[in-house]
């Protein structure tokens, strides 16, 4: 006799929302008393050494609207290239930058802004410098899995045309999706989930 398949039924998925707020940035949710600020919040203090720059971020859903529930993590060298990680095997980061940021995008613009420094280029595998960027991590409600970028500078025009992450890309026209635009001390980056500028995603 054939065994009936339908006793056990699968479990449902879980997104990461609509609480991810409340789990990674508990002080911006307005709960006091977990952390005396959200982890991430700061990465530089007052002897980071590097050109200070500011980073506003916005991840925009396929209708074009802004996400005002997501959560963006980046990670970035410093600004003579080094990582604050012990895997760093190539010198000693600087200890004033902590090269990790945590930012909840904002409840009326959905916008996030980080206050950092500009990384210095890091090498390819192969030993190739790469162009100075930030590795971006997004999660929001109705995101299974969180989503990996990258952002580069628009003002890099030389070191971008050499990166060998952005000499990979097949299809060209998407290339611009990762480049972030400068006005001033600020690089503004849209990152589109869906749609006609849909960015290029990572799978790490």
């Not at 005396?36 to 859903?61: C, Q, S």
């Not at 390819?124 to 410098?129: C, H, I, N, S, V």
């Not at 060998?164 to 849209?190: M, Q, S």
Request: overall charge negative; aromatic content about 8%.
């Amino acid at each position: 006799m054939v065994q009936s398949l339908d006793r056990l039924k699968e479990s449902p998925s879980q997104t990461a929302g609509p609480y991810a707020h409340i789990g990674l940035t508990p002080n911006f949710s307005g709960i006091s008393g977990v952390y005396d600020g959200d982890l991430g919040a700061a990465m530089v203090n007052e002897k980071t050494r590097g050109e200070r720059i500011a980073v506003k971020i916005r991840v925009i859903d396929g209708s074009g609207t802004p996400l005002k529930d997501a959560v963006v993590e980046i990670w970035q060298a410093d600004a003579d290239g080094l990582h604050n990680s012990p895997s760093e095997m190539r010198g000693t980061a600087d200890p004033n930058f902590t090269g990790w940021g945590r930012q909840a995008t904002d409840m009326t613009t959905g916008e996030c802004l980080f206050e950092t420094v500009k990384p210095g280029r890091v090498p390819f595998p192969d030993g190739r410098l790469m162009a100075p960027h930030i590795t971006i991590w997004i999660v929001a409600r109705g995101i299974n899995i969180g989503l990996h970028t990258r952002m580069y500078f628009g003002d890099e025009e030389a070191a971008n045309a050499e990166d060998p992450v952005l000499a990979r890309i097949e299809h060209r026209v998407r290339v611009p999706t990762l480049i972030a635009p400068r006005d001033g001390d600020t690089y503004t980056f849209d990152i589109h989930l869906q749609g006609e500028r849909e960015a290029v995603f990572f799978d790490i």
